[in-house]
């Protein structure tokens, strides 16, 4: 492990303890609040919305290209890969769609409301979120494998080191991170929107994928909609949170956590297979 990632664990913990102050472990439900309907276009339409939480779904032609990057050793090496077609959540899963499904609330940030992220929510209770979504809506959503988180937050899996830009002078105006957040999640899609039309994969919270985590995984990745290591101990998180630097929002980069961790700067976001 390198020294890089040993801090961020040792944030990781901090922040936990923290967390389990400042949190309520469970808030009362929030009311469900559906957006309106957008006027979109191209590759960038809404293709569908879920009919139990009203989920808005972006559609991703698949495609191949570069994955990884040589920042990091467990981001190297940069490698072929090629994923299927897929349609993915254009907001995080919020406060509201998690309450309409679970019954609860469980986000330290509930004021900021039912269209805001939920966190405080495990790999686990993600899991459990999607059991009982896919028995509501006769769908089968699941959490993104870190190929195809990877391929959409780059924009269709373009060359950009944040998700829709290039630029860290334009990184404000993408995500929500240590520099702008003022210490909290915000409501989906205030920040400008990647190239597919996907708002806050980088910042906001950090994202679950349905990935354990191996270092060298990439060394020995297959090449077609690499599903991740058969095993593990840890998940892969994504995307970078509100209290995180510019590095760590960056669409490479990979961090790993317990599945049964729960933390203030942690949420996720579905993706539906095509029939």
């Keep these: 492990m390198n020294k890089i990632k040993m801090i961020v664990m040792c944030i990781f913990s901090l922040f936990t303890m923290s967390a389990a102050v400042t949190f309520a472990a469970e808030d009362p439900p929030a009311k469900l609040r559906l957006r309106d309907p957008v006027a979109t276009t191209g590759a960038q339409k809404v293709v569908d919305k879920d009919p139990t939480t009203g989920m808005e779904l972006i559609f991703v032609k698949g495609g191949c290209y ?31 769609q998690y309450a309409a499904v679970m019954g609860s609330n469980p986000s330290g940030f509930s004021q900021c ?34 190929a195809e988180w990877e391929y959409a937050a780059q924009s269709g899996g373009k060359d950009e080191k944040w998700a829709g830009t290039n630029d860290e002078a334009e990184l404000g105006k993408y995500a929500w991170y240590d520099k702008n957040s003022e210490k909290k999640t915000h409501r989906g ?10 708002h806050d994969m980088s910042g906001n919270v950090w994202e679950w994928c349905q990935d354990w985590y191996n270092e060298a995984y990439y060394e020995d990745s297959p090449k077609d909609n690499p599903p991740g290591p058969d095993i593990g101990e840890k998940r892969v998180l994504r995307g970078g949170s509100w209290n995180d630097v510019d590095n760590y929002a960056r669409a490479a980069y990979r961090l790993w956590v317990v599945p049964g961790g729960r933390y203030g700067i942690v949420g996720f976001r579905l993706v539906l297979p095509p029939k």
């Design 113 to 146: 409301g039912a269209d805001c992220p939920v966190e405080q929510v495990s790999w686990n209770d993600a899991q459990a979120f999607i059991t009982k979504l896919n028995a509501k809506s006769g769908r089968q959503y699941r959490l993104p494998t870190e």
């Design 189 to 198: 899609g205030l920040k400008k929107k990647n190239g597919l039309g996907i």
């Design 66 to 96: 570069k994955m990884g990057s040589t920042v990091l050793s467990d981001e190297k090496p940069v490698h072929d890969v090629c994923v299927s077609d897929f349609s993915i959540g254009k907001f995080e899963v919020t406060q509201g």
